[in-house]
């Protein structure tokens, strides 16, 4: 009998879920034993809030006048010369950012922009510096490029970026640093200072070595910031090496749908070959043509957001809650997460314990932060209120 070998890296990832995926799957096994009433997740990052009506407006129309065969069929390997357009247009009309048509790439969401940015970069000992607390999936999209990945501890004074720690990072293998701002886990915004400071490090260290250390701006929450006075700088505008990774999933409300893209810098070193290489990335992972009926529906909501105004209201309410309970918390600027700093130091054994109250948090290990837990308030205001008493009482417990 022949041997049976396949790959074990990819049987211990489809074995071990992430801790966000593992804790929202308790969560849907404890709601059928109490209720899903009972039951306080805050473990994904699922919108709650619904589409804006032009979603269901467009996708209306395209089924009953739009031509079907078009609609359901491939569009080019890259997306849809219209789509990317159009994208193009919204970007420079909003950033004055000097994307052209043929700098975007359509993707099945973020997580394809950033596997096929990896992958479009990584050769053979390369490393990607990320800045801690960051998404845990950077790790797999990495490593399963065949890249290093490369932490910046967090500094968790400001959850900004403690730069002496990046200069000691940064190596003759760093092929690129990735950023992502507002932030997942912490909802921080990085601030024009902090980018700039980090395009002239790296600006920098490019010119010593005679090639680009490149930048990933991860910026699926791009649209999610809640002060008058928080701005989310264009990265393209600071740093010319930039690939922006972008997807609909939460200024649309549209995780399910999958779409996305990748804008390539038109400044950048190689700007042609880095496009290509993206192309590629996109051919060998299998991400060509992403849903084209999609790709019509976004272009038709460019400018638009679901109502961003119910995640602010439940940042308020969580965060002057939890705060007055005695919990200390970084303020998020944006996102839909709130960073809780354990009251114990061991993160996991305080989620264990708000699982006795049927609060199910996400221990901050797995971001690169150990110490705290990722609250994600994207769900109804209602049960942010009834979840309240669990959270007084888990304070409590701990002498609050």
Known sequence: MAKFTINKNMIQLGNVRSVIRETFEYGNKRAKEIGRENVFDFSLGNPSVPPPECVRDTMLN???????????????????????????????????????????????????SLTISIN???????????????????RVFVEAAGAKLAVVDADTENFQIDFEKLKNTLSAKTKAVIINTPNNPSGV??????????????????????????????????????????????ITNYYDNTLVCYSYSKSLSLPGERIGYVAVCNKM????????????????????????????VVIESLGKTSDLTIYKTNRDILYKSLTEYGYECVYPDGAFYLFVKSPESDANAFCNKAREFDLLLVPSDSFGCPGYVRIAYCVT????????????????YYGK
Do not use: W
Request: aromatic share 8%.
């Open 62 to 112: 395209l089924l009953q006048n739009g031509d079907q065969m078009k609609l359901h069929s491939y569009t080019s390997a890259q997306g849809a010369e219209a789509t990317r357009e159009k994208i193009a247009q919204n970007i420079n009309e909003r950033y004055n950012a000097g994307i052209d048509k043929n700098d975007i790439y359509m993707t099945c969401g973020a997580a394809a």
């Open 120 to 138: 479009a970069l990584a050769c053979a000992g390369d490393e990607f510096i990320v800045i801690a607390p960051f998404f845990p999936e950077y």
């Open 189 to 234: 915004v990085l601030s024009e200072d902090t980018i700039k400071k980090l395009c002239t490090i790296l600006k920098e260290e490019s010119k010593k070595r005679g090639e680009p250390i490149y930048l990933i701006s991860d910026e699926p929450y791009r649209e999610l910031v809640y002060d008058d006075n928080t701005v989310v700088p264009y």
């Open 269 to 296: 070193e190689n700007n042609r070959d880095v496009y290509a290489a993206v192309c590629g990335a996109g051919r060998a992972l299998g991400f060509v043509c992403a849903p084209s009926m999609m790709q019509q």
């Open 381 to 396: 205001t209602e049960m942010i209120k009834r979840s309240l008493p669990a959270f007084k009482k888990l304070a409590e």
